[in-house]
């Protein structure tokens, strides 16, 4: 599928957040504007272009601290971005997330109606995420930008969102996270897999060929090149049910890790049941170099080790035989958790919303986060399990099963309940610095 060419990426101007790994730990904070007045709005982009770091600063000026500026469509439409430029984005990103909630499997508690407000409306316009190496720093950056749109009375801030990733990089769930990425031509950045060869830089940032040899890029090429396309989620985590979901359906403590290490795949360490599929080894899990170099075709295409429908496997089916070409749907992600943890032990609920800012980047919204979405994560038709949902993030009802495949008799869990809700997204894009400081030029 791959399609040899080199490319040298323009690094210089690609936002830092597009390619650069966050620090560990780091706080983070995604702040949500709406534009009322197009000059302001202008103004505002002018501003973000000399805030914003270039994935060519190894460090930016404060460090480990720096920010990234995200614009929907009907912010693009706010400033003044004519309609038939517009049209060349994506038609996805034009239709925007909650319009898409159906495909998405964004329906009943997850769907639009009930997200939190403003997101999924039309007065999301921009998205500013900040992230710094803890909350002292974040706020200092939040302080130092604040300036820049407070001044601004045709720009008003609605939304705010605080999270962070901790030094043990665990979510609610108990899980290690953000331990797969790709590696992406021409980035200088390894990917966490040895065993994968690097991606087309067009596969994550356009104006650049993709593993089709293709090149997107919206137009003019001056606002749509060393951009890139960037999915926001906030997902709320039921902590309680799902321990209570464990602790019902397993018969020991060492059971009920082991069925949480099979619904993921890895166990909570990190350490991936395809190099540990026995016992856990947390010493595997907090390798960077070990961790996430393996396959499965080899060794066990049945699913023995890592059930295929298990969540990393759907999320990356690697070299399993699945429908779909794996490198085209392949994406960069960042998590973050928000709220305060569950106490250790605790089975009940104690009303707190606590759970994941999730970001997706890439240069092909339907088939990379839409067709992961729609296909592998909420479908079980490609690797020939009918409609099965992913058992950690599937939309079911809690009529659904999972199967863990065992000799000399399969495991059925049943009933799964919903243990993830989303309370709402944004797909937005990314411009290169170029693009920012075009959008700040445009005229009425």
């Not at 159906?102 to 998205?127: C, F, I, M, T, Y």
């Not at 890790?257 to 540990?276: V, Y």
């Not at 075709?297 to 969540?311: E, I, L, N, Q, Y």
């Amino acid at each position: 599928m791959s399609v040899h060419t080199d490319v040298s990426l323009e690094l210089d101007d690609i936002q830092r957040g597009v390619l650069s790994p966050r620090p560990t730990p780091y706080a983070a904070t995604y702040l949500a504007f709406r534009i009322d007045d197009p000059e302001h709005g202008r103004e505002l982009m002018r501003r973000a272009s000399t805030a914003v770091t270039s994935a060519a600063d190894p460090v930016s000026p404060l460090g480990e601290t720096w920010v990234s500026v995200a614009v929907t469509c009907r912010g693009l439409e706010a400033l003044g971005v004519p309609v038939a430029s517009l049209d060349t984005f994506a038609w996805e990103f034009r239709q925007g997330m909650a319009a898409r909630a159906d495909a998405l499997g964004d329906v009943g508690a997850s769907s639009p109606e009930h997200w939190e407000a403003p997101l999924g409306s039309r007065d999301v316009h921009v998205v500013l995420t900040a992230v710094a190496p803890d909350p002292a720093q974040l706020e200092a950056a939040v302080d130092r930008a604040r300036p820049a749109y407070e001044r601004l009375s045709g720009v008003t801030a609605i939304w705010r969102q605080d999270c962070y990733a901790l030094p043990t990089e665990t979510e609610h769930f108990g899980y290690r996270d953000g331990v797969s990425h790709p590696a992406v031509q021409g980035s200088g950045i390894p990917g966490s897999n040895q065993l994968e060869a690097p991606l087309k830089a067009g596969e994550f940032v356009l104006g650049y060929p993709d593993e089709f040899g293709g090149i997107q890029t919206p137009q003019p090429a001056v606002l749509g090149r060393n951009g890139s396309y960037a999915v926001f989620r906030k997902l709320h985590q039921n902590v309680a049910a799902f321990r209570r979901y464990l602790k019902d359906n397993s018969t020991s403590p060492r059971d009920e890790e082991l069925i949480a290490a099979k619904i993921m795949g890895r166990w909570r360490s990190g350490a991936p049941l395809a190099l540990a599929p026995e016992a856990d080894d947390p010493a595997l899990g907090a390798d960077p170099h070990r961790r996430n170099t393996f396959l499965y075709a080899g060794d066990d295409p049945s699913g023995f080790k890592t059930p295929g429908g298990c969540h990393i496997r759907r999320a990356n089916p690697r070299d399993a035989a699945v429908a779909g070409e794996v490198r085209l749907h392949r994406m960069i992600r960042r998590g973050a958790v928000y709220g305060p943890p569950l106490p250790e032990g605790v089975l009940e609920d104690d009303g707190a919303d606590r759970g994941l800012m999730f970001a997706f980047i890439g240069a092909h919204l339907g088939r990379q986060f839409e067709f992961v979405q729609t296909q592998w994560m909420n479908d079980g038709v490609f690797f020939g399990a009918n409609n099965a949902q992913d058992p950690v993030t599937g939309t079911r009802d809690g009529s659904a099963d999972f199967t863990i495949p065992q000799r000399p008799l399969r495991r059925r869990l049943s009933s799964l309940p919903r243990f993830v809700v989303t309370r709402g997204g944004e797909y937005c894009f990314l411009p290169s610095l170029t693009a920012l400081r075009r959008l700040g030029d445009l005229h009425d």
